[in-house]
């Protein structure tokens, strides 16, 4: 769990748990039909199933994949297709509701999803993985589609990884349908930018919340940790618009200046891995330093459950800007919530991903690419409409930035459950 080597006593909760309390906090806010409630509790469907792979020296393995679907009420499913040797069904079922509410604070057509193979992609060969990508494909063709559910990249998977699924699916479908998957390449339908739109959303946000609490960018002090996909265009974006970007980690240590950090000659998690300690002229600091340092915005960008109870009273940052899913404990927001630092949370700040695979889809339905300038200028106004509107709700109701951003979400799925209504 957390990188900071510290003893904690506030147990990280599953995704499940998490998905749930946040349910419970927003309908708390809101007048929801208990019964709506109820439902969203629980998925609508949960797909297993066994996946045979013929190995290169020949002998066959069984692999369980799995598919949660969470709600499709404003449209059809959405979410990450994770291979690791740690997805549940469980895992699956909490990440796939995150996914209904990130998907309804960002005001997508969509409803929540998540799936995955257990496996170490690692331990497969090239021609392994996409032995295994295309029989998944064809396990879960009966249920996924440009209109049902629409898989993308998440941990162990890839573009390639999409291409092999998109393809496999095609061909049995017999027609090309790229709108299948989003997280192509841009040659076969993938859009331009969606590789660093959750790097830039995390930056826009951080932006918007150093505009709001009256912090001039370019006097504004951030920290990063973790510098891979959404570490590091966050930092590149940040550092572009005139933040000054003091300290960024990888998994090996992290580096500070308190003078802002060269953040274009630092070489990403794609350019030369787990390099950031390596640059050169700083001596590295611990991982859990970075946490602590006086800044004015903190942005976990690495992996969940790290600001915990352990170190939350240690936390000097203002502003925190979640840019990992779970990078907060419960126990920890409370402590941030009593001490007034401000936590943007991950299914705002992150959004751009699912935003700009949204843009994909419709690009792949339209079979019209759209230019990079066009994919950022959008993003740019959806992700100003998402932070207005969660905004508001924190205006009105005085409640946390989190709490407002589940109560955006939930009150547009409880909208369109009531207008709907249930059937028979
Ligand atoms: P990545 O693998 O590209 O980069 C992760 C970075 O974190 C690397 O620099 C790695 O060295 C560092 N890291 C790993 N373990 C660490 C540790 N214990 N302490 C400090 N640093 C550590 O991953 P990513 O795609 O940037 O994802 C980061 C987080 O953002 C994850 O929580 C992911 O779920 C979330 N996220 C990713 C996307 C996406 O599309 N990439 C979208 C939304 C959310």
Redesign the pocket.
């Known amino acids: 769990m957390a990188?900071t080597g510290k003893q904690t006593t506030d147990e990280p909760e599953t995704a499940v748990e998490t998905a749930r309390r946040q349910l419970e906090r927003a309908a708390a806010h809101l007048d929801v039909d208990p019964g709506v409630i109820a439902r969203l509790k629980h998925p609508d469907q949960v797909h297993r199933v066994s996946v045979p792979l013929k190995r290169d020296d020949g002998d066959t393995e069984i692999f369980t994949g799995y598919r949660a679907q969470h709600d499709s009420v404003r449209g059809p499913f959405k979410g990450?297709m994770r291979y690791h040797p740690g997805v549940t069904e469980e895992e699956c079922i909490g990440l796939s509701m995150w996914m209904t509410w990130k998907c309804a604070v960002m005001d997508l057509p969509f409803g929540g999803a998540k799936g995955g193979i257990v496996v170490n992609p690692k331990e497969l060969s090239n021609e392994e993985k996409e032995r295994l990508t295309r029989r998944f494909a064809e396990e879960l063709r009966d249920f996924i589609g440009p209109m049902r559910d629409i898989p993308?990249?998440?941990?162990g998977t890839d573009a390639q990884a999409m291409a092999w699924f998109m393809d496999a699916y095609s061909m049995q479908e017999g027609e090309t349908q790229p709108g299948v998957v989003t997280?192509k390449p841009p040659v076969i339908g993938g859009s331009y930018g969606r590789?660093e739109?959750?790097?830039r959303s995390v930056a826009i946000i951080a932006r918007e919340a150093c505009e709001y609490y009256d912090y001039p960018l370019e006097d504004t002090t951030v920290a990063i940790?973790?510098?891979?996909?959404?570490?590091?265009n966050a930092a590149l974006s940040l550092h572009e618009w005139g933040a000054n970007v003091v300290a960024v980690?990888?998994?090996?240590g992290?580096i500070y200046d308190e003078d802002g950090l060269d953040i274009d000659r630092i070489p990403t998690?794609?350019e030369k891995?787990?390099a950031?300690t390596t640059f050169d002229g700083h001596e590295p600091i611990p991982?859990e330093e970075l946490l602590e340092l006086d800044v004015d915005v903190l942005i976990p960008?690495?992996?969940?459950n790290?600001l915990t109870e352990a170190n939350a009273r240690d936390v000097q940052a203002d502003i925190i800007v979640e840019?990992?899913?779970?990078?907060t404990t419960t126990t920890a927001d409370e402590i941030f919530e009593k001490r007034d630092i401000h936590v943007i949370p991950?299914i705002l700040a992150?959004?751009?991903?699912?935003t700009v695979s949204y843009f994909e889809w419709l690009q792949d339905i339209n079979r019209r690419q759209w230019s990079l300038e066009r994919v950022n200028e959008e993003l740019e106004s959806e992700m100003l409409n998402a932070w207005d509107s969660v905004r508001a709700e924190v205006e009105e109701r005085g409640v946390t930035w989190r709490d407002a951003a589940y109560i955006v979400g939930l009150s547009r799925i409880a909208d369109a459950h009531n207008a709907r209504g249930l059937w028979p």
């Open positions: 990188s990450g993308a990249p998440d941990m997280g590789e739109s959750p790097g940790q973790g510098f891979g996909s959404v570490g590091a980690s990888d998994v090996n992290a998690h794609e891995p787990e950031v991982n960008a690495a992996i969940g790290v840019g990992a899913n779970g990078p991950d992150n959004a751009g991903g699912v």
